[in-house]
């Protein structure tokens, strides 16, 4: 069943080629098609396109098939197009011709740009909350090993000291900044298309602020054509700050499949975090870390993808837009995916201690030396000299004693000021009134 | 059940994460799995590691397992980690402990390599039978509407003369070039990784040539080391090919969905290849050509997404590198797929006659008048400038007549000269002495 | 002269080739390292590492050399490494010994990473500024051509009635986004990295919270090692932000192109606007948004090359980073230089009355007509048929009236509530008070 | 001076923005542009369209002008547009008039669409020589020494022996494979585009063929559609082949950067090759082989960024094209720089030896073990439960020698064969016949 079916039959290899992984990407999209034709169809009788009545029956039945989609009852049909043409399908089977009703005022690009959008609003709130488990951990690793001295490299060179307080907390503040843009993402996706049709609006006295407050949007997409071209665009923009927090991740796993190499020795795991290998009996490997790496580059490549799908076209649909859901949906699932297991796995890290006192880590104290030349009154520029002759000589003795205390240093990690910096970017998620209007159109 | 099962088990939050996709893609790879170990057994006989008798009863169980997944019998059981893995299952299931020997002296590093290049080279074989067949087809419509003119523009300006002659034998000859790279990636490719381990080799006398020779290999990858670099590198390499193909397929969609479009209108299809619109009744889109054109923008993203993957990464294997599977894997259907629907639509093109007669298109003709004047004596710079007040002036008249003689013009296309092209390019593939040698594998 | 040398000689190959174009962006860094130098002097005086006298001289010697740059005065010599090098050469020549001490609590990472910062916030403030010009232009075409209808398209098909007034709108409308984009890399920007030395703090008793008030920072990168992993995520997030107000720009020159194409014909442009061909005569071709387009797509290819340079790379600094600023810093001029270019441009746009009154277009009102018969009670699936009938059997007669009235829509733009919106997000920058702190440090 | 000027002036903002980099651009494309008027000119001069006087007039001041290039004696000029442009205007203020003759025939087109497969074929043969180079100091190393073991990793934990000669002898092997791209590309380009003026040819009895041989490409881009269709596509196809050489450099670099750190410790390099740190005087970094991979990965994301801007744009020339110049052409100088300086780096590394005395490495040798049991009739499944037993009980001893007798390994490089085969692939290279061409045009 099409919603757009003329008298002549499409052929069935252009059917096939053209529905492609529609449909199975529509079950992702399939609750957030029901709440948006909730609010759709209040605003309808709002303006008379609708009797109450009609309303009335429908809303029943459209919270009905939301509860029934939230328990996974609800399937795509093999020959019904799309989430939209089911949904349809669902109630002019169950209510007749008044089914067909919801469309009005409606064409099929508002209504997936809404269903996008409504579905955007909720894995970012999936995503944030994991952000912030993993944030916690890190914060908590911080705090237990704040101690606990490794080296700090530059160049993958030993450099100067570092600490695992210093490390995991760093990743922690990383993920700050990932969320400012996740936040940036979540309000270009929180503005409603809904009432521009096919992307230049329609001649029905549609009420599209009401729509806009029905489903807790902070805004319209007010201009027609510009709602229209949020698609891709939105992705897009999403698509960037998941690859931040991608970026994140695959740098924390890089560094952790480096650390528990034989050849670093700074941390491990217990065995069941890690696997084998089919012809090396000594094997434990951190597939884990390599997976999240890989899945990370996997998302990071992921807004290029949709640059490529999309630029150089004119305004205005085009189909090729619908082929950004197959990689972009799943992308959620993938990062969220990542950011628990990281979670799951860094809990149970084990840390190595005592690192430092191998001795060929004792170059790492060199600055402490030379700073100390110049705290006494020599220029930094002599003070490197003294210590480079030294190193060179074989005179260089090492304190093994690091005195940092400014901001942020070893000795001073401030991780209350990253912490107070994380919820600032937290409150500024709207999820509770966003979360407050869906829960009034469903039980309303 | 996993090759590498220690004491220990694997917590099943990491086991989930790590498996992903792999069974749903090693069923792409399952046939390939079974050939390489015909060859990988035949070889170990022969260097007195199986008894001949073992050989022959693993060789015929694998050969009967290879019939099965031609027939579509053949699943990754839950629990299962890989292909490699359910075949040995099978074989032990059927005969014993024997089963297990399939694996001496290899890893499975070298066994999904090798599973990597033999389906790359099946696939790469489909894809040229499909590009000829899609060839073939341009090239008969660019003979049949030789004498039918279109503008031909620049800067999406009209330029000069052009026709349907040239633009179908252009996309013909396109393919060609395609076809080259994808030559090169083929030859990567045919190279025997086999006896490479997890990329050091190993200290059982492996024959490395005489599998070499049964698989229909071009050379070994001689070097180890090397030959587990070819991980990674070889699915780039070939997604690049890939994707400059798709590059064509893609053009030729973007002019396809300009050249239908009201505006030009210069050709159409028959209503069963066009979609429709959910609110608007006059719409016949071009869906098919809007969704080859994205997909061959997705296979051109593949390459960087493979690079960012693989990038940074030092020598030896990472986990990593199986991730490039969930992508790659698809491409070549999805590449296929584009060719098929390409050929199978743009055969039934309507093509509209006599569109130069427009009076829009006249200023087309411009340099041909300059031309003339040139053919007279005047200097091209001097006869630009008087056709160009001409225009300004709006004295020019247009000849409507087009004279190109000259190789690859309007008037002398030189499809034969592109068709031997295309040819030796063809030839330049050992399809043949490759299914040969596969052939007496699977039936000595 | 390197502040690193050791009592060797680089190779010249070496050095030739590790310098690379480093002076030649470092100039772009110069005024900004000069700033950051005041601060950190100023911080050293505070905490007794240099007398109040010291800082004088060298305080005063830097205004004037911020001067001496800001009038062009200002060279990296052939054989001085950097912008850091050179500016402490100034000073030493000036000075004397106490020039070095800049450098002191100090490495070049944590330098140029706050050069880089304050970089980005200058270049973030002039790219806002001319996005609003050209937002203000566009928004002014929109009013004055609001009752000009053009087709709207969808799949390159006539779709319904649209309006030069919507196309106008919707691009302004799609710099609002950007613009939050762009707010959140300022926020990411605006944290100050100085004090993390070279990536793990430093012995010396910094007060890194004193040079985050006077450089007008709004907070501290804390975590010295997450400081360090500033270099690179930056640029990133800050390419990101910059592709979305290049994929705004290369959109609107794609419809450009197409419109001025003779075959839409909907807007022309001044001569000395566009460009002619060297063969064809009546050629006027619209290269500068062909420009826009190409050098949108470019920067939108930026966020990649940096990912690709810094994905699977460990913590801590890498040569590596300092390539990301060849492509990188020009990406502002380049930018910057398209909004210029598109507002001087754009603003002189001639748009054609009457567009519609071509038969061709008389289809655009199917969905005006299946609506009129809803609004009479139709269901639209039915009006939708009998529309689709009519325009089969030639019968369909447009109504050529265009009647929409919903926020958005032609006929109720809001472009008052588009405006309103750019003011919010403009207020978000708080570019003066950072330009405060600034005016402070250079004139106290 | 314009090509194509008419009787308004443009407007100097748009000049500016237009012109860009193509001066500076296209100094690279100089003496191709003037080889390839030379050949133009002798064939206009057959076909009657130029006088034999003039020819030869005209031929020797372009010989001229060639030899004046070669000996950097050639600007153009503030004010003239491009190379072509400044050949004409040279021509005229030499020999008045008949020096506009040049360009009878041709468009700017063609013109560049030559230039650059001429400076295409030109440079591919620098990089040839200088992989060859590179390839030829790898094997060398690789004998030298073949018998230094180093532990061979994968997922970056230690895994098997491997020796040096592996090492080097693999990065040389992928040479070959990244050579058999590079040739596809040169044979890409290989292909004459001249005639195909604008992209739709000529009304000229222009002799297509005989520029071919004249020039010395293998075939002509046959149809003229599909020449101009070269532009943007050669430059693609000839960057991945680039990319793939990048890739080896990169991972090479890689490899490098993690064996020269502390933690590792396989090789180091003499001091005047290492580069030093602003604040750590201990150090020596590597920071050639960083900046190695770093622009590696620059050349990497170049076949992404020419896809961007060419991606979805319809058959014909656009403006667009010409920006890929800007990042195709240095590309050239940064690949052949950094073959250079890493054959000029490694081939005075310094080799560590007994490397795998340390206790660290004894379980590289667990397969060894478990083979030696499956050889005396363990089957390997149960050998390698042995030796995980062994191991996890600290029963394990490990054997420290390594008998490995296969094609390619450690024992057996076979270093010859990959030599045979660089040849092979070096001989596929038609540098000699396409050298004598274009000495016979300069010489004649």
């Not at 000021?417 to 970017?425: D, G, L, P, T």
Request: hydrophobic share 40%.
């Amino acid at each position: 069943m099409k919603l757009w079916q003329k008298g002549f039959e499409v052929s069935k290899e252009i059917e096939k080629f053209t529905i492609g992984k529609d449909r199975e990407m529509d079950i992702f999209l399939a609750p957030h098609d029901v709440i948006g034709s909730i609010a759709h169809i209040t605003m309808l009788q709002s303006i008379g396109l609708l009797a109450a009545e009609e309303l009335s029956t429908l809303k029943k039945a459209l919270i009905d098939l939301y509860h029934q989609i939230e328990q996974g009852n609800f399937v795509i049909e093999e020959g019904v197009e799309d989430v939209h043409s089911q949904v349809e399908l669902h109630l002019t089977r169950k209510l007749g011709e008044v089914g067909k009703k919801i469309h009005s005022g409606r064409s099929r690009n508002d209504q997936v740009l809404l269903d996008l959008k409504l579905f955007i609003r909720k894995e970012i709130e999936n995503t944030v909350y994991l952000v912030k488990n993993l944030f916690d951990t890190l914060i908590q690793l911080s705090e237990t090993y704040k101690n606990v001295l490794i080296p700090g490299y530059t160049h993958y060179q030993i450099a100067m000291p570092s600490s695992f307080g210093l490390w995991f907390g760093a990743y922690a503040e990383s993920l700050i900044d990932d969320l400012i843009t996740l936040q940036a993402a979540y309000r270009v996706a929180n503005k409603n298309p809904l009432g521009s049709a096919a992307g230049y609006g329609s001649s029905f006295p549609l009420n599209r602020t009401m729509t806009t407050q029905l489903l807790g949007f902070e805004q319209l997409n007010v201009n027609v054509v510009y709602a229209q071209m949020g698609r891709g665009k939105t992705e897009r923009i999403v698509a960037q700050a998941m690859s931040n927090i991608a970026a994140t991740l695959g740098k924390l796993a890089q560094d952790v499949c480096l650390y528990i190499s034989q050849n670093f020795g700074f941390i491990s795991f217990p065995d069941e975090l890690t696997t084998g290998s089919s012809i090396m009996p000594h094997k434990k490997n951190p597939d884990v870390f390599e997976l999240v790496r890989a899945k990370a580059n996997k998302i990071m490549a992921l807004p290029n993808e949709i640059t490529l799908i999309t630029t150089n076209l004119a305004s205005g649909y085009h189909r090729d837009l619908q082929l950004i859901k197959e990689n972009f949906i799943p992308a959620f699932t993938e990062l969220n995916a990542c950011l628990n297991i990281t979670n799951y796995a860094i809990s149970q890290i084990i840390v190595k201690e005592g690192i430092l006192e191998d001795k060929r880590y004792e170059h790492l104290f060199s600055v402490e030396v030379a700073n100390e030349l110049v705290l006494k009154g020599t220029s930094f520029r002599d003070a490197y000299r003294i210590v480079a002759e030294q190193i060179q000589n074989g005179t260089f003795v090492a304190p093994r004693e690091v005195k940092h205390t400014h901001e942020g240093s070893i000795g001073n990690l401030k991780n209350e000021v990253i912490q107070s910096e994380m919820q600032k970017v937290l409150n500024t998620f709207p999820f509770e009134q966003v979360n407050k209007a869906i829960h009034q159109l469903l039980n309303n």
